[in-house]
């Protein structure tokens, strides 16, 4: 059974920097594409970024520069780094993995 858990959200000012982890089960993250989608209150779900088997990433030009995700394959687990957050960063984060999708996790940036 495949799950994934998202964690690392919370409430921080602007500017400031959070840590998101995608903890994975039933599955090797290593060998599979993973992707980070956001969606903000009232909005669609949108990309945000992506790590290939590779571990190459990509990211939405809103965030490039900003954000980074990487891999540990020993905890199977893939992180968003996000710094210099902006108030329009606010959104429910998602991590997902050939169609399996975690619970998300709540980031919130506000003074």
């Known amino acids: 059974q495949v799950q994934l858990v998202e964690s690392g959200g919370g409430l921080v000012p602007p500017g400031g920097s959070l840590r998101l982890s995608c903890a994975a089960s039933?599955?090797?993250?290593?060998?599979?594409?993973v992707y980070w989608y956001r969606q903000a209150p009232g909005k669609e779900r949108d990309f945000v970024a992506k790590?290939?088997?590779?571990?190459?990433?990509n990211y939405a030009g809103s965030v490039q520069g900003r954000f980074t995700m990487h891999r540990d394959d020993a905890k199977n687990t893939v992180y968003l780094q996000m710094n210099s957050l902006e108030p329009e960063d606010t959104a429910v984060y998602y991590c997902?993995?050939?169609?399996?999708w975690g619970q998300g996790t709540q980031v919130t940036v506000s003074s």
């Open positions: 997902t993995v050939t169609g399996f």
């Open positions: 039933g599955l090797a993250l290593r060998i599979n594409i």
């Open positions: 790590l290939t088997r590779y571990g190459v990433a």
